[in-house]
């Protein structure tokens, strides 16, 4: 797909992202771009919004699509887009939340699966 063609000022520029979970269809062929002082998103519950944020930080695999975050690709470089200025202390919250999944996700495969009782 190459670099999106949307707005040369963008921050964050999206193109064609499909992203599922499963079955179910989260995001379908998004393209979008968001100019430097966009502040937030709007949608009703399940319209995608959480599924975007995430995309946007690397912590979801896309279907298809690229999303570029200051000129960096998303998918290809995550660490470099949580590192860019803007990241926020929600950010830290979201690294810590991946070191700790990926913790969890090795105790997993070290001790098998969990039962319930």
């Known amino acids: ?3 999106p063609a949307l707005q ?5 520029a999206i193109d064609g ?3 599922r979970y499963g079955g179910a ?6 393209t979008v771009s968001f100019p430097p002082g966009a502040t937030g998103l709007l949608g009703v519950n399940g319209a995608g919004k959480t599924t975007l944020i995430h995309a ?7 279907e298809s699509g690229r999303v570029h975050v200051f ?3 998303a998918a290809d470089e995550p660490l470099a887009v949580l590192d860019k200025p803007p990241a926020t202390d929600r ?13 969890c996700a090795r105790i997993g495969r070290a001790t098998g699966p969990f039962e319930a009782r």
Not at 25 to 30: I, K, N, R
Not at 56 to 62: K, M, Q, S
Not at 92 to 100: G, Q, S, Y
Request: glycine fraction near 8%; avoid cysteine.
């Open 25 to 30: 269809v989260a995001l379908s062929h998004l």
């Open 71 to 73: 000129g960096l690709d």
């Open 17 to 19: 992202l499909t992203v």
């Open 8 to 12: 040369p000022s963008a921050i964050i």
């Open 56 to 62: 946007i930080l690397g912590l979801v695999t896309p």
């Open 1 to 3: 797909m190459g670099e």
């Open 91 to 103: 950010v830290d919250v979201m690294r810590a939340w991946r070191r700790m999944r990926e913790r």
